[in-house]
T-cell receptor, first 112, second 112 residues
Framework: QKEVEQNSGPLSVPEGAIASLNCTYS??????FFWYRQYSGKSPELIMS????GDKEDGRFTAQLNKASQYVSLLIRDSQPSDSATYLC????????????FGTGTRLQVFP | NAGVTQTPKFRILKIGQSMTLQCAQD?????MYWYRQDPGMGLKLIYY???????DKGEVPNGYNVSRSTTEDFPLRLELAAPSQTSVYFC???????????FGPGTRLTVL
């Protein structure tokens, strides 16, 4: 089992819809969780960080964490074509808290 | 603040050549990281440092070396370039082990 797993996509949603991106992780002791957005040819940039169970909202973005089920998700409301990018889930494991483990990313396509 | 800077942006090497990828940050972060990203893949950790004078191997350290003589700089050295090292290299920094990592713009390296 990979340490951090994501569906590679592409996930295609129409403009204005909700995009739901999911990530599962294997280390039950993981403490911090991040969603990064990466446009083609660019570096990753932080969208959301979450540390506690539940939801965390920031504008059109909501991160959801469920430690019992070992998954973290990112919801994007009112999706825009400019949201089209690859979304990387990253988890800071309990055993290796100095490092982030990245998933391979989910490619999101928002069409007009 | 410039954040995390990397030089060069692009480089083509011949097999067996050596080079140093430069990374600097002006955020006074203790933690610095080097990743590589192959096409369609996630980020793989090469080396990281938790402070000046301290470095440790990541997931894929073979063929690379690092040093951390100052808080600001974290150069990555390739001694004998191989085609398998063709990739995009990202440097990142963070203020703490559970904190957000901030990425530089990347260096695109091709080894022929």
């Amino acid at each position: 089992q990979k340490e951090v797993e994501q569906n590679s996509g592409p996930l295609s949603v129409p403009e204005g819809a909700i995009a739901s991106l999911n990530c599962t992780y294997s280390d039950r002791g993981s403490q911090s969780f991040f969603w990064y957005r990466q446009y083609s040819g660019k570096s990753p940039e932080l969208i959301m960080s979450i540390y506690s169970n539940g939801d965390k909202e920031d504008g059109r973005f909501t991160a959801q964490l469920n430690k019992a089920s070992q998954y973290v998700s990112l919801l994007i409301r009112d999706s825009q074509p400019s949201d089209s990018a690859t979304y990387l889930c990253a988890v800071n494991g309990a055993r290796n808290t100095d490092k982030l483990i990245f998933g391979t990313g989910t490619r999101l396509q928002v069409f007009p | 603040n410039a954040g995390v800077t990397q030089t060069p942006k692009f480089r083509i090497l011949k097999i067996g050549q050596s080079m140093t990828l430069q990374c600097a940050q002006d955020m006074n972060h203790n933690y610095m990281y080097w990743y590589r990203q192959d096409p369609g893949m996630g980020l793989k950790l090469i080396y990281y440092s938790v402070g000046a004078g301290i470095t440790d191997k990541g997931e894929v350290p073979n063929g690379y070396n690092v040093s951390r003589s100052t808080t600001e700089d974290f150069p990555l050295r390739l001694e004998l370039a191989a085609p398998s090292q063709t990739s995009v290299y990202f440097c990142a920094s963070s203020s703490g082990r559970l904190d957000t990592q901030y990425f530089g713009p990347g260096t695109r390296l091709t080894v022929l």
